[in-house]
């Protein structure tokens, strides 16, 4: 069975890059084409999608944060990642990684200090 | 974007009593495909979501047939049709039939 795990700084400074990996055990992050996804929940607050990855490389990003999103994938190491640029308060969450909406990691709060 | 929009968002229930929870949409969930993407998630206290219901009314995996979806549209509904103490937690509608892929505020159901 698929599993996720999510992993990085817990804390980033105000105006720095997030980065977060999300690994995959269990299965091939290259078969079939699946969407590798990311989503963010603040601390009592409801749940938002940021954008995802295809196994053939194809990304698509929420609007609301395009400008400020990449997601990559790296087959060799079977995981794909998250950078988010530019972080404010705001930004501060729960991120969670997940393959379609079906498996979801245990999730990584991330707290943006200033 | 496509607005979703739970009710209530605070559901105190008696145990082995029913429970629902409505969720409507801004905009229709009917794809161009003929599918209707909606979906309802479970999230227990300090867990990562786990969906239960794809496409309006298909269980996933593994989840008791206690738990049913419905509806159409711009209406749905998620059923639990007797409450267990496992069910405590918050759950959540979201659609993928619009970009991008929205949720709703979330429903959090308790035990009276």
């Known amino acids: 069975q698929v599993q996720l795990q999510e992993s990085g700084p817990g804390l980033v400074k105000s105006s720095q890059t997030l980065s977060l990996t999300c690994t995959v055990s269990?299965?091939?992050?290259?078969?079939?084409?699946?969407?590798w996804n990311w989503i963010r929940q603040p601390a009592g607050k409801g749940l938002e999608w940021i954008g995802r990855?295809?196994?053939?490389?194809?990304?698509h990003y929420n609007p609301s944060l395009k400008s400020r999103v990449t997601i990559s994938l790296d087959t060799s190491k079977n995981q794909f990642s998250l950078k988010l640029s530019s972080v404010i308060a705001a930004d501060t969450a729960v991120y969670y990684c997940?393959?379609?909406?079906?498996?979801w990691g245990q999730g990584t709060l991330v707290t943006v200090s200033s | 974007d496509a607005v979703m929009t739970q009710s209530p968002l605070s559901l105190p229930v008696t145990l082995g009593q029913p429970a629902s929870i409505s969720c409507r949409s801004s905009?229709?969930?009917?794809?161009?495909?003929?599918?209707?993407?909606l979906n309802w998630f479970q999230q227990r206290p300090g867990q990562s979501p786990r969906r239960l219901i794809y496409?309006?009314?298909n269980r996933d995996s593994g989840v008791p047939d206690r738990f049913s979806g419905s509806g159409s549209g711009t209406d749905f509904t998620l059923k639990i049709s007797r409450v267990e103490a496992e069910d405590v937690g918050v759950y959540h509608c979201?659609?993928?039939?619009?970009?991008?892929?929205?949720f709703g505020q979330g429903t959090k159901v308790e035990i009276k």
């Open positions: 905009q229709s969930l009917v794809h161009s495909d003929g599918n209707t993407y």
């Open positions: 979201m659609q993928g039939t619009h970009w991008p892929p929205t």
């Open positions: 269990g299965g091939s992050i290259s078969s079939d084409n699946y969407s």
């Open positions: 990855i295809y196994t053939n490389g194809n990304t």
């Open positions: 997940a393959r379609e909406f079906a498996r």
């Open positions: 496409k309006v009314s």
